[in-house]
């Protein structure tokens, strides 16, 4: 399995942006492909999560009112939108594969992982 971000940038506060997660090496029939971020000095955290099949999304309380995760399935093409962004959303950007979905806000849950991409929010 090879996850691939792209999409990220330099974007002012209360912009939008999409972030691209390019899988290959599976079909992913059972996967949830989540989305982790991690600050400058801050730990890695949960940021929103998609199943493959069926393409049922989550994220976690604090952003789910500004970011949601889709996906493609022809594409094998995961995405994280993210609309009116702030200067906290700062961060490196990862998507992560898994089978064992109930745990998806869990980084330990996730096998595979792509090499991040960085978002930076200005002023």
């Known amino acids: 399995v090879r996850l691939v971000e792209s999409g990220g940038g330099v974007v002012q506060a209360g912009g939008s942006l999409r972030l691209s997660c390019k899988a290959s090496g599976s079909t992913f029939t059972g996967y949830t492909i989540g989305w982790f971020r991690r600050a400058p000095g801050k730990e890695r955290s949960a940021v929103c999560a998609?199943?493959?099949?069926?393409?049922?999304?989550y994220c976690t309380e604090a952003l789910k009112d500004r970011f949601t995760a889709s996906r493609d399935a022809a594409t094998k093409t995961a995405y994280l939108q993210m609309n009116n962004v702030k200067p906290e959303d700062t961060a490196m950007y990862y998507c992560a594969a898994t089978e064992r979905a109930a745990y998806w806000s869990s980084a330990e849950v996730y096998d595979h992982w792509g090499q991040g991409t960085q978002v930076t929010v200005s002023q």
């Open positions: 998609v199943t493959w099949t069926g393409g049922k999304d």
